[in-house]
């Protein structure tokens, strides 16, 4: 089955630097890679996906890219805010319309100091 | 709003005891969820449904079962809880529909097993 991992695990920047999170999968058939954002003490919410049919897809401060052949994806946050800092979890399935077979990465805990 | 709802939201139990978690739903979605999240291992399914009656196992089903006897119901149970099934439990929906499958997620249930 899938196994996606995440990294890092912990990341500190300062508000207005970017950051990145990476994550890499290891089923060449899953084609499409959502983010989730987790905020302390919330549910998790969709932030951004992205289908295997396009290489990146921007939505204002955050940007995802998708590299198929090396099977990885990452999540770009320019500009951050302190309202950035969340736990971020990477996820691929194999099939958009489902998704019980999607895994989700061990998520990465952003922290952007004031 | 339509919302997804989690009952009980904490829950401090004993071993070998017998636990339900209740999750209902007022987006109309026909697919239902239940993940547990462990810090450093992300979200796992733990199942998953797709209609009344639709009962499927995801990737860590074992010690738990559901019921779904309504669209809007999706039940947890834990037959006799053991102390590694404490986490924290979302439920959650989607509806691929519209172009898009997202996860809407609940609350959260939080479960402690002495």
């Known amino acids: 089955g899938e196994n996606v991992e995440q990294h890092p695990s912990t990341l500190s920047v300062q508000e207005g630097d970017s950051a990145v999170i990476k994550c890499t999968y290891s089923?060449?058939?899953?084609?499409?890679f959502p983010w989730y954002k987790q905020e302390l003490g919330k549910r998790p919410q969709l932030i951004i996906d992205?289908?295997?049919?396009?290489g990146e897809k921007k939505d204002q401060r955050i940007a995802v890219t998708l590299n198929k052949t090396a099977k990885h994806f990452s999540l770009h946050i320019t500009e951050t805010q302190p309202e950035d800092s969340a736990v971020y979890f990477c996820?691929?399935?194999?099939?958009?319309?489902?998704?019980?077979?999607?895994?989700f990465g061990a998520g990465t805990r952003l922290t952007v100091k004031p | 709003d339509a919302d997804v709802t989690q009952t009980p939201r904490n829950r401090i139990t004993k071993t070998g005891k017998r636990i339900m978690l209740e999750c209902s739903q007022t987006?109309?979605?026909?697919?239902m969820y239940w993940y547990r999240q462990d810090p450093g291992l992300g979200l796992r399914l733990i199942y998953y449904?797709?209609?009344?009656?639709?009962?499927n196992k995801g990737e860590i089903s074992d010690g738990y079962s559901v019921s779904r006897q309504a669209q809007a119901k999706f039940s947890l149970s834990l037959e006799s809880a053991i102390p590694n099934q404490t986490a924290l439990y979302f439920c959650?929906?989607?509806?691929?529909?519209?172009?898009?499958?997202?996860?809407?997620f609940g609350a959260g249930s939080r479960l402690t097993v002495l």
């Open positions: 987006k109309g979605h026909d697919r």
């Open positions: 996820a691929a399935s194999q099939n958009f319309w489902n998704n019980n077979d999607m895994r």
């Open positions: 089923d060449s058939a899953s084609n499409y």
């Open positions: 959650a929906t989607s509806n691929p529909t519209g172009g898009a499958n997202v996860l809407t």
């Open positions: 992205i289908r295997s049919n396009v």
């Open positions: 449904s797709f209609d009344v009656k639709d009962i």
